[in-house]
């Protein structure tokens, strides 16, 4: 079955720079789009950013981590990257890797786009 493994998260300083990967392992990795998603503690979980499968041509973003998170992935490593850089105290949360149910093409940015998803990683951004 799928599995989806985060790991990188820990605690960093406002203005400073993590890097989450994401192993997947079950099926073939690169066929399939990949998404971050974050959720802080009393609030819903929210959409980070979005890779199509394959080279990873189309990626898309949440307007509030636009120009500071960059999403990538090793389709030779079946790992998915975010980085994420300027962080900021809003940034907090746990961070979830997640995947398509199907091949597909399109990217979705909605949870409901991705069945699949990791047990997370803590990232906390001090002031």
């Known amino acids: 079955q799928v599995q989806l493994v985060e790991s990188g998260g820990g605690l960093v300083q406002a203005g400073g720079s993590l890097r989450l990967s994401c192993a997947a392992s079950?099926?073939?990795?690169?066929?399939?789009?990949m998404a971050w998603f974050r959720q802080a503690p009393g609030k819903e979980r929210e959409f980070v950013a979005a890779?199509?499968?394959?080279?990873?041509?189309?990626?898309y973003y949440a307007d509030s981590v636009k120009g500071r998170f960059t999403i990538s992935r090793d389709n030779a490593q079946n790992t998915v990257y975010l980085q994420m850089n300027s962080l900021k105290p809003e940034d907090t949360g746990v961070y979830y890797c997640?995947?398509?149910?199907?091949?597909?093409?399109?990217?979705?940015?909605?949870?409901?786009?991705?069945?699949?998803w990791g047990q997370g990683t803590q990232v906390t951004v001090s002031s």
């Open positions: 079950g099926r073939t990795f690169s066929i399939y789009p």
């Open positions: 997640a995947t398509a149910r199907w091949p597909r093409t399109d990217v979705g940015v909605t949870a409901n786009d991705y069945p699949y």
């Open positions: 890779i199509s499968s394959w080279s990873g041509g189309s990626t």
